[in-house]
């Protein structure tokens, strides 16, 4: 009976994992990061009298939370002392039919949204995924955070507002942001500037994470002209050797660029009415690490 027991918690905790994996990343940005968490909420699952749960996964979702609370808690000094803009590492894909698909698409992992989180406190974060990825009472979510429900409820309120704020207002369909970006990957490759400024929002930011490892920008950039011509200027200092290739990051159409057949960046893109607005430029070698060979 025992066997067949941790039988029955091996399928329940596979069947969870991906979920698992997009609440820990969520909250801390970073594939090692939430691997070691939904590894520790395995290890928590097992000694746990399972016979006594509600519901399994409204209790391995809020582990899971709670560990990976704990960890953004002890990595606050490293990202304060970051060099730069602190951007999640990417997750790219570039099959979309790999195993990996459905852990990374389990729920909203757009860097839009991570950006939108990044502007949260912990405690704010975490009640907005509970309450809006997992639909969480609000005292469950008080519970978690070892406050009223009152405040969770502000809580939640506060970051949904700051979230609305950050995140686009309508999401183009997966057809319409490849169309879109491959008539940008063009222009970027024939360093067409006013191809690529009529791709752009008049407004467009550019967001760039370089670590302190690699030249970057420590602050947002913006307008279609000045970002158009960072594009120029790569294909002009390195004619002949930037090759771009479309993949998928985060759940959404991105594009990869090289330089010398190595990475060079992982580019996601915000993108409203029909244009971009927002690109999100992953330099730092370290994020970059994982990213599959093309």
Do not use: C
Not at 4 to 29: C, K, P
Not at 160 to 186: C, D, I
Not at 262 to 283: C, K, L, N
């Amino acid at each position: 009976m025992h066997q067949q027991d941790d039988m029955a918690a091996e399928v329940i905790f596979a069947r969870l994992r991906a979920r698992l994996f997009s609440a820990a990343y969520r909250m801390l940005g970073t594939r090692a990061d939430a691997e070691d968490v939904v590894q520790d909420a395995w290890l928590r699952w097992q000694a746990a009298d399972r016979a006594r749960l509600r519901s399994a996964e409204a209790w391995l979702v809020t582990v899971t939370t709670r560990l990976a609370l704990d960890r953004l808690r002890e990595r606050k000094a490293e990202r304060e002392s970051y060099i730069g803009t602190w951007l999640p590492e990417p997750l790219v894909e570039l099959d979309e039919n790999t195993p990996e698909t459905a852990a990374e698409l389990a729920s909203d992992v757009s860097l839009a949204l991570l950006w939108a989180l990044e502007r949260l406190g912990a405690e704010e974060r975490a009640a907005f995924l509970l309450r809006q990825a997992f639909d969480q009472d609000y005292s469950d979510i008080a519970a978690l955070l070892q406050t009223s429900e009152a405040n969770s409820r502000q809580l939640v309120h506060r970051a949904q507002k700051k979230v609305v704020e950050e995140s686009p207002r309508f999401r183009p369909t997966p057809q319409a942001h490849r169309a879109l970006l491959a008539a940008f990957m063009q222009a970027a490759r024939n360093a067409d500037r006013e191809a690529m400024k009529a791709l752009l929002s008049p407004e467009v930011r550019l967001v760039s994470d370089g670590g302190g490892k690699v030249p970057s920008f420590h602050r947002i950039l913006r307008g279609a002209g000045r970002i158009a011509g960072l594009y120029w200027a790569a294909e002009h200092a390195y004619p002949g050797q930037v090759r771009y290739r479309m993949a998928r990051i985060n759940g959404e159409p991105g594009l990869l660029r090289y330089v010398n057949d190595m990475i060079e960046s992982t580019q996601s893109f915000h993108i409203e009415d029909g244009r971009i607005a927002t690109v999100f430029v992953v330099r730092n070698p370290d994020k970059l690490a994982r990213v599959p060979v093309a």
